[in-house]
């Protein structure tokens, strides 16, 4: 009879990743980065680089995320 493992589900694999960040940080940060987003489009007339500020925002949130991934290491 082979044996049965309990399988974590997906919240139980991605929950410790966000366990160490500032949840009043986080939201500063994302209220900065809306009224900067805001605020470029209001400077701007073209449709598309509003559109590619803000991927360029998702993109840096992305990396920003995975570096705090990365444990100090001790020197």
Same mark, same amino acid.
């Given at each position: +009879?082979?044996a049965?493992f309990?399988?974590?589900?997906i919240?139980q694999r $991605?929950?410790? +990743?966000?366990?160490?960040?500032?949840?009043?940080?986080?939201?500063v $940060? %994302?209220?900065?980065?809306? $009224?900067?987003?805001?605020? @470029?489009s209001a400077? @701007?007339?073209?449709?598309t680089?509003? &559109?590619?500020?803000?991927?360029n +925002?998702l993109? %840096?949130? %992305?990396?920003?995320? &995975? &570096? %705090? *991934?990365i444990?100090? *290491?001790?020197s």
């Amino acid at each position: +009879m082979p044996a049965e493992f309990d399988k974590p589900n997906i919240l139980q694999r $991605i929950l410790p +990743m966000f366990r160490g960040f500032d949840p009043i940080l986080l939201l500063v $940060i %994302a209220w900065l980065a809306g $009224i900067g987003l805001a605020m @470029y489009s209001a400077g @701007y007339d073209h449709g598309t680089r509003f &559109v590619d500020h803000g991927r360029n +925002m998702l993109l %840096a949130a %992305a990396i920003l995320f &995975v &570096v %705090a *991934q990365i444990p100090p *290491q001790n020197s």
